[in-house]
């Protein structure tokens, strides 16, 4: 089994977070240091540290994410002005927490996606 996480602990409701949305796949809550005025973070609730770790059978999991994301965004009013999501991977990629998890972060102009250099 992969190492428990914070994130392990706020899907069962062992750590305070302000949770979105849960079902039986994912959960989603909002992040401890916002970047933007929506930034939530969506977590498949199986423990998969990267996205190196996927596997086939994790497809509908994954897929999950991207529904939610989608309704997230329309219950954030942010669907129409748009949003940006994100999945970091490993040290290169900025994770600083090892169970997969996708951003969803919007309300303003998020201006280019990646910085120069
Ligand atoms: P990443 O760099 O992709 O691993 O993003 C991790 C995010 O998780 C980061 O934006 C801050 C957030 N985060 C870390 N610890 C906690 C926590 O205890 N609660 C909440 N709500 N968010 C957290």
Not at 27 to 56: M, S, W
Not at 88 to 101: K, S
């Amino acid at each position: 089994m992969p190492q428990d996480t914070i994130f392990s602990k706020i899907i069962r409701r062992e750590a305070p977070a302000d949770i979105v949305y849960q079902d039986e796949l994912v959960t989603a809550f909002r992040d401890i240091h916002p970047q933007a005025p929506t930034h939530i973070l969506i977590v498949p609730n199986k423990p998969i540290p990267t996205v190196n770790e996927v596997e086939p059978e994790d497809e509908l999991m994954l897929g999950r994410l991207f529904t939610v994301a989608q309704r997230i965004a329309r219950a954030e009013g942010i669907a129409d002005s748009g949003y940006r999501l994100l999945v970091n991977c490993n040290r290169d990629g900025g994770q600083e927490v090892y169970h997969l998890h996708m951003h969803i972060v919007g309300g303003r102009p998020l201006g280019p996606m990646l910085q120069r250099g």
